[in-house]
């Protein structure tokens, strides 16, 4: 398949997973060196075109099988169980099994001080991939490292939540039809909100974006992200006027102000949190084809009376993650 | 089926799960506009038919795979191990997949608060049917009012614990072989067992039904169940003789007396406790044909060393709850 | 099959489970009058037969799929995450479907106080084999004499983990090829580890086998065992030079030492952990053919470097114990 050999042509950083696996069934999962794939558009396309299909599959059809005899474990150092079902739902989609860790900690717990790699090295002998979710920045780097079986980054602390960047994407590209030339706003806690921080940094693949950053004064979008989309070419402002900005926009993309970030200082946090509400005034301003999404959970920054619009994408964008994920699976352990 | 059209004439007040599904195998799950089915004898009676099917589905047998393809997701906010693993166990049996959520709390601690509603509209994507168990009475009925899957009820606080009262019933006649012209002790923690109170509220729908209660007097019986069943015409009395009330019944179901209600009074609990017992004596004042029901976990309101006597039912109860719940799994997701 | 028989001319103590289930496939899960296994070597060679079958099992060959239509619960009292993934991933390579308690001490909390008997009576009735962990010794017993189904003793307290002794001898059985002739060092926590406590009781059944103990003095092997091995013509000796027991040879076991066992004196156990390490002198010290055990978790009794010498089998031996529990569940739920 022509999009396959793109996977090597390298120019994003993304840790997805492990290619480190003992069997071979295709190029993409063959390129044992390397830990990590690169992520270009023709492979992001390519991977969306298989979620394409897995949206297709029907009930017991043999496509709902492929994955059968194959067994995955999810390792959860930190409880994820929204991330965690998504993951479970899509291995059974397609006829695979699970096991089942919400408190991995326990291992090292157990061990009084077992290191990530021994637990890895224990549990690829029980299983055929990995959904590692970790409290250490790096710790899926690490896992991919050692394993002989795929490794899934699931979210590692404040390092990569990299599927969740993918579903992001995926969702634009089904909710609007394109991502080249794609206007897109993105709302709320731009500092520390790595959704959003992975979502500009894939956009920057595509052609002709534009990008408006509308967050209170303390949480704003660092510069290293700007830098990075300036270096590429990337179209993009900051903005305070969220109704103008809807307005002009494919995508609102609305994220929650995470309260544990301002500690002590909850006067500031009470202050950023109601400054940026997605509601009917927002729906009025946007046009009829864009959509607003948001990583979920959702607080208040959206009122519920907003679900009932069509517009409304984050339930439909939860359920491109299960594709996604399927998908994922799907290409590490029988390839395209 | 003639049975299907009585699911609507209804005349009981008991949620058990949404009837909103997507798609509409039969007319049992048709109706989108109802959020609870109301049972009458006849909707009871053909789902014990159902059941009674369950009973005898053989290992690998084609009826063991009728639920092959479908997956459910067991949500539950407060921790019920016993619960869980019977819809777990009963999914599995007919050849469905499982999601496990043990500690839904963490959806909304993770989320510092997302809402029921929100969890549902997440979770719904990735599975076909939710079991839901939670700490707030009304709970099942707001996550019925906006799932697009069904969602069975395992118990909502204070509220209700349908599929309890469904296994009690179907043990009544399993085990005596009828329910109208049934006589009934309930006996231990009246007042505050919501078994006793729906397993009451059940048998006013048979005939020529009567009931004793037996209870220490600060856990009696409250008078809004005594209230209902005068005005169905159900024969009942209250009783201080345990050994009288054992020696005319058909079923003597006895309740553990729950130490947490008595808040510091632990000497009424402890005088409450112990008041009424069933042992080797209520065993030989009982008819042969009689049984001992009680919904479990029990402590020493039964005594060990009747466990041997076949009349002792209660470990058989627990097995035919397995059974409802394979014909609840069944008709909600595949219909009659 | 002639090993069968074998299977009850009980010559040592070690219960594994309860041959009481309902039907009976095979001799081996015959003999309804006794609650356990006592192994002799023709039954240990019998069983390590089965697990090299199940070695090459293939995926989605007819093999894999022997336990099909089969449940196990695994009910842990107190959490092993690493033996529970290992069983559940075993019922899993044939078939099987698991129901899973990580937390059965909530079943007696949610009762206040309902007993290990009642809960296995109640669970029993959702599936077809139970695998149990308990805190308290004896608890498998106590399960196995009340239980109509198989009890797989997962460990219980201070007890017995027999399968954890079963997959040690299979791993030196792979690894070196025989157990006869064999020469075992016992390295770490003599006293404390049942682990090195059960193989050196296994190992006696075996021909001019040759024990060593090289452990620190306050951790020492106890008489019991030592006695034990005299009475049954099995020679050992105790040493405090680890390079020279390494290269007499054919497995050096090592052990953690257990932090949690010396309270408040950790001076003592910081001089204990140090003393006996594996690292490259002691690999250099050893023959070709020998390997280094460990039952896992690791700390720093066998340094890192140590992972990448071929002689290293602890990670091997994990995946051993994996083969062990699928011949377990083969042999308990569908006989030889």
Redesign the interface.
């Known amino acids: 398949m022509a999009a396959s050999s793109s996977l090597f042509s390298c120019s994003m950083h993304m840790e997805l997973f492990s290619p480190k696996i003992s069997k071979c069934p295709t190029d993409f999962v063959c390129c044992r060196s390397k830990i990590s794939y690169m992520f270009d558009t023709d492979t992001l396309n390519a991977i969306f075109k298989v979620a394409r299909d897995m949206e297709n599959i029907e ?2 059809s043999p496509e ?1 099988q492929i994955l ?4 995955m ?1 999810t390792i959860f150092y930190e ?4 991330t965690r ?2 993951f ?2 899509a291995m ?2 397609l006829g695979g ?1 699970v ?6 900690r ?3 717990s ?5 290191t990530l ?3 890895i ?3 690829e ?3 055929d991939l990995i959904v590692l979710r970790h409290f250490e920045s790096g710790a899926a780097r690490r896992a991919a490292a050692i394993a002989g079986i795929p490794i899934v980054n699931a979210g590692d602390g404040p390092g990569q939540h990299p599927t969740q960047a993918l579903l992001d994407v995926y969702t634009i590209e089904r909710e609007i039809g394109k991502l080249d030339g794609i206007k897109v706003g993105l709302v709320g806690d731009l500092a520390n909100g790595k959704t959003v921080r992975s979502l500009a940094y894939l956009l920057a693949k595509y052609k002709d974006v534009k990008i408006y950053f509308v967050s209170p004064d303390v949480v704003k979008m660092k510069d290293d992200i700007k830098d990075y989309l300036t270096s590429k070419g990337v179209d993009w402002e900051e903005s305070s006027d969220l109704v103008e900005v809807a307005s002009e926009c494919d995508v609102v993309y609305q994220t929650r102000i995470q ?2 970030r301002f500690g002590e200082r909850l006067d500031l946090y009470e202050k950023a949190r109601g400054k940026y509400i997605v509601n009917q005034n927002i729906l009025k301003a946007m046009q009829r084809h864009a959509v607003v999404m948001h990583p ?4 208040d920054e959206i009122t ?1 009376d907003v679900d009932a619009d069509p517009r409304a994408a984050y ?1 439909r964008q ?2 491109y993650g ?1 594709y996604i994920r399927m998908a994922i699976l799907k290409l590490l352990l029988v390839g395209w």
């Open positions: 009930r017991n709902s059968e005899g194959y067994l474990s409880p994820s169980t929204r079902h998504s479970e739902s059974r989609r099994e096991l089942t860790t919400e408190n991995a326990e291992f090292s157990a061990a009084k001080g077992e790699e021994d637990t090295r224990t549990v002998g029980y299983s309260k544990e979920l959970p959702r607080l519920v339930f939860a359920k299960l």
